[in-house]
């Protein structure tokens, strides 16, 4: 029962890293990458859809993206959403494709962009700490309710530490990579 929850908690944890992962992808570093398109939301025929939906995302040059919408008529509502949205890009459009140029970061971006990071690390962190304050109720209900002894909840608690202090530190590992990312020129 302790290793069951001890696995949901494992999973959970790695849900937050794969989670701060697709986060920090999103996030521009001066390079052309379709992954900052991800979280782009596009309102069309009245519903909220994702750019994957509707179009293909290739790079043709190091900076640049270009976006191929398989439904022509879609171009002025995906223009729409890249200008609304946060990347802070111009979208250059023929009426069949759009084409993104990814200007180089300033400096005072790629603070400002290491301090979302940070952010984002934070975030992930909080999380982990979420699951394990859930797991250890858990264990503390099944020591009340007599399913386990004192020791096995000591030991499952230490288990748990070890399994936090792990992802943790892979968050950490994961943001200090994009940091860097962000701060190289």
Same mark, same amino acid.
Do not use: C, W
């Given at each position: 029962?302790?290793?069951?929850?001890?696995?949901?908690?494992?999973?959970?944890?790695?849900?937050?890293?794969?989670?701060?992962?697709?986060?920090?992808?999103?996030?521009?570093?001066?390079?052309?990458?379709?992954?900052?398109?991800?979280?782009?939301?596009?309102?069309?025929?009245?519903?909220?859809?994702?750019?994957?939906?509707?179009?293909?995302?290739?790079?043709?040059?190091?900076?640049?993206?270009?976006?191929?919408?398989?439904?022509?008529?879609?171009?002025?509502?995906?223009?729409?959403?890249?200008?609304?949205?946060?990347?802070?890009?111009?979208?250059?459009?023929?009426?069949?494709?759009?084409?993104?140029?990814?200007?180089?970061?300033?400096?005072?971006?790629?603070?400002?962009?290491?301090?979302?990071?940070?952010?984002?690390?934070?975030?992930?962190?909080?999380?982990?700490?979420?699951?394990?304050?859930?797991?250890?109720?858990?264990?503390?209900?099944?020591?009340?309710? !007599?399913? *386990? @002894?004192?020791? &096995? #909840?000591? $030991?499952?608690?230490?288990?748990?530490?070890? /399994?936090?202090? !792990?992802? *943790? @530190?892979?968050? &950490? #590992?994961? $943001?200090?990579?994009?940091?860097?990312?962000? /701060?190289?020129?």
């Amino acid at each position: 029962m302790i290793d069951d929850l001890l696995q949901d908690a494992e999973s959970r944890m790695g849900g937050a890293i794969t989670s701060l992962q697709a986060d920090l992808d999103s996030f521009r570093t001066g390079r052309a990458s379709p992954a900052l398109l991800d979280r782009l939301v596009i309102e069309l025929y009245g519903s909220n859809l994702s750019l994957n939906q509707l179009a293909g995302v290739s790079v043709p040059e190091p900076q640049q993206l270009l976006i191929k919408p398989y439904d022509a008529s879609s171009v002025s509502a995906i223009e729409r959403a890249i200008l609304k949205s946060e990347l802070g890009l111009t979208p250059n459009s023929d009426g069949k494709i759009i084409r993104l140029n990814i200007p180089p970061l300033t400096e005072e971006r790629r603070r400002e962009m290491v301090k979302q990071v940070s952010k984002r690390i934070e975030e992930a962190r909080i999380a982990i700490r979420n699951v394990r304050r859930d797991v250890q109720n858990d264990f503390r209900d099944m020591k009340s309710e !007599k399913m *386990i @002894s004192e020791d &096995e #909840e000591k $030991g499952a608690h230490e288990s748990l530490q070890k /399994l936090t202090d !792990k992802f *943790i @530190s892979n968050a &950490e #590992e994961v $943001g200090k990579k994009k940091e860097s990312e962000l /701060l190289q020129l």
